[in-house]
Each structure stands twice: as C-alpha cells, then as structure tokens.
C-alpha cells in the first residue's frame, strides 16, 4: 500500500515464483483487484519477459484495451497506460516479480526507477530469509522426529534386553538352579509389565557364587579355549 501510494501508481502487484511449477503466483496486490492476473504460467505476460530479458521492464501502452504490448500478450494490462515490472532476484535465484500500474500515462523518474530496483533487492532478501527460516524450521522439526525415533529404538533395545534376561533367569529357575538377577539400575517403566521383572534387585547378594559354565566333550576334542 506505501509503495504504490509514495509512487503514485494505482495498482501494485507481488509475486511469488514457483520454481518447481514454474509459475507466478500472486501474493498480495493493493489498488483494487480489477486487472490483477493471479498467475503468469511459462512464457505469459511480462512477468517472464521480464525474466527473458534479465532486466526491468517500463511499457507505456497505446490501445489499453487490448491488453498487449510490443507483441506480448498480457491481460493484466487491460485498462491501464503503464506498467513497470520489476525482477525479484538477486545472483543466487528468481523469487519473483514486482508489478506496479497506471490507468493513465506516466513518466517513471530515473530516480524512482533506481528506487524500485533497490525495493525489488529488499523483497528478494526478505522471501530470501523467510526461505532460510523455513528450511532451518523444517530441519529442526526432522532433528526432534529423528531423536524421538532413537530414543524410542534405545527403549526397544532396553525391552529386548531385558525381556531375553528374564527368560533366561526363568528358565534357569525352572531347571532348579540357584539363579539371581541385578540391575545395576532400576527397572524403567517400560519393562514394567515383564515376567518376573518384580526379580530383579540393584545388587547381587553375598550368597550367590561364581557363574560355572560347562560342556560336555570328550578330552582332546577342544583344541584351545578363549575368554
């Protein structure tokens, strides 16, 4: 609104470039939405001839109701005298368009029209930083996604863990054994609901000996043991 008021144009146009549809698409006009085109598709208006010609362009049209100048088509003319499109981009990229109009003829100062380039740089670097946040944002959000599938894996790994350490130490009880089980932690709340987690202590008891494992063989047939 600022913009198209101090430069007394009568409408003025933002838009956004969709790189990966490669189209226009309007973000936001003041001064009526008559003659406001919302969206420039390849190759439509002077949005990209703009972009074909790598710079501004000022054209003062002589029928405005054909909605055309110098051969281009563009029915966001209609009705008006003058336009001036401005490139949103700096030397990384294209973010979009600035697009300013008169009903009646009007002559753009050399002033003015450094002052659109310099706007149309401001514009860049804002959709440029809002881009940056939205990236950081959306890395952020997967950095949170991917810690909470690790420490849910952890707590998997913890169950498992757990789960294959009972069944060994009830197993061992049924044969009659003299079997305890420690945890040099408490058990946490998602093995909670485990056969026999209510076994297991914090420390093992004086009374419990060395753990003897045995095979059965025939002497000579083991060659060496490692440990």
Known sequence: ???????????????????????????????????????????????????????????NISDV?????????????????????????????NYGMLYLKSRGKKAISLRNRNLLAVISLQISMAIKTNQCIVNLTGANEQMRDMQARLIH??????????AATLALYLSLQAQGKQVSIASPTPPTVEVSNLVGIQKVKTELSGESGDLTVSFPYQEGEIEKVSY
Do not use: H
Request: net charge negative.
């Open 1 to 59: 609104n600022l913009l198209f008021q101090s430069l007394s144009f009568d409408q003025c146009a933002i838009y956004l470039f969709d790189e990966e549809k490669r189209v226009f698409n309007l973000s936001a006009a003041e001064g009526g939405k008559k003659g406001v085109v919302k969206t420039y598709y390849e190759g439509e208006g002077l949005p990209w001839l703009a972009i074909k010609m790598d710079k501004p362009i000022i054209a």
């Open 153 to 162: 894996a952890e707590k998997l790994l913890a169950l498992g863990e757990m």
């Open 65 to 93: 109701n054909e909605g055309r100048w110098r051969g281009v088509a563009d029915a966001g003319l209609i009705g008006f005298a003058t336009a001036a499109v401005y490139p949103v981009k700096d030397d990384t990229g």
